[in-house]
T-cell receptor, first 116, second 113 residues
Framework: AQTVTQSQPEMSVQEAETVTLSCTYDTSESDYYLFWYKQPPSRQMILVIRQEAYKQQNATENRFSVNFQKAAKSFSLKISDSQLGDAAMYFCAQDASGAGSYQLTFGKGTKLSVIP | DSGVTQTPKHLITATGQRVTLRCSPRSGDLSVYWYQQSLDQGLQFLIQYYNGEERAKGNILERFSAQQFPDLHSELNLSSLELGDSALYFC????????????FGPGTRLLVL
């Protein structure tokens, strides 16, 4: 069974500063994808970034980047130049594509507050 | 807007009742996933359908069932409702391929009284 762990229930960051959210996972698969989803107060789940496990290069989407350490099973999200609109719950997730299913296993989330 | 639609947005019902949640996937997506988000259990995968057939099953109760119709919309049926079934139910859709990514609908908030 897969597990995804987010050890930081809450984080805060000053506007315009950088923050890193942590995520570790446990899987026996060699082929899988990792994701960060954002859930603002509207409760909509919004894809932030995805990473293919077979790619060594870390994914980047504008101000969002990841630090993917496959051997350590670590997948952290870095948000640069934080904005008030970044305040939300952030969920780390892994799929089971190596096992033939793309269902997502989610961590419990990190609540990010942005201080003006 | 993800392109995935879910109805209704909110649903209030009583214990023992049955409800149906509806999901329309993004145009061209063949897979539909259902997830439950509750305070106790967090976000949990319930079930996946691909092109009308059940593909994977997660922590779905026997009181719950789902189906995907020929036009690819999906319905999640919840019966004999209990207080603990109160949650946010998400539908997500995706198209298989090297860039497979799930896009989530806005969710249906179910309150069982």
């Amino acid at each position: 069974a897969q597990t995804v762990t987010q050890s930081q229930p809450e984080m805060s960051v000053q506007e315009a500063e950088t923050v890193t959210l942590s995520c570790t996972y446990d899987t026996s698969e060699s082929d899988y994808y990792l994701f960060w989803y954002k859930q603002p107060p509207s409760r909509q789940m919004i894809l932030v970034i995805r990473q293919e496990a077979y790619k060594q290069q870390n994914a980047t989407e504008n101000r969002f980047s990841v630090n993917f350490q496959k051997a350590a099973k670590s997948f952290s999200l870095k948000i640069s130049d934080s904005q008030l609109g970044d305040a939300a719950m952030y969920f780390c997730a892994q799929d089971a594509s190596g096992a033939g299913s793309y269902q997502l296993t989610f961590g419990k989330g990190t609540k990010l507050s942005v201080i003006p | 807007d993800s392109g995935v639609t879910q109805t209704p947005k909110h649903l209030i019902t009583a214990t023992g009742q049955r409800v149906t949640l509806r999901c329309s996937p993004r145009s061209g997506d063949l897979s539909v996933y259902w997830y439950q988000q509750s305070l106790d259990q967090g976000l949990q995968f319930l079930i996946q359908y691909y092109n009308g057939e059940e593909r994977a099953k997660g922590n779905i109760l026997e009181r719950f069932s789902a189906q995907q119709f020929p036009d690819l919309h999906s319905e999640l049926n919840l019966s004999s409702l209990e207080l603990g079934d109160s949650a946010l139910y998400f539908c997500a859709s995706s198209t298989p391929g090297p860039q497979e990514t799930q896009y989530f609908g806005p969710g249906t908030r179910l309150l069982v009284l």
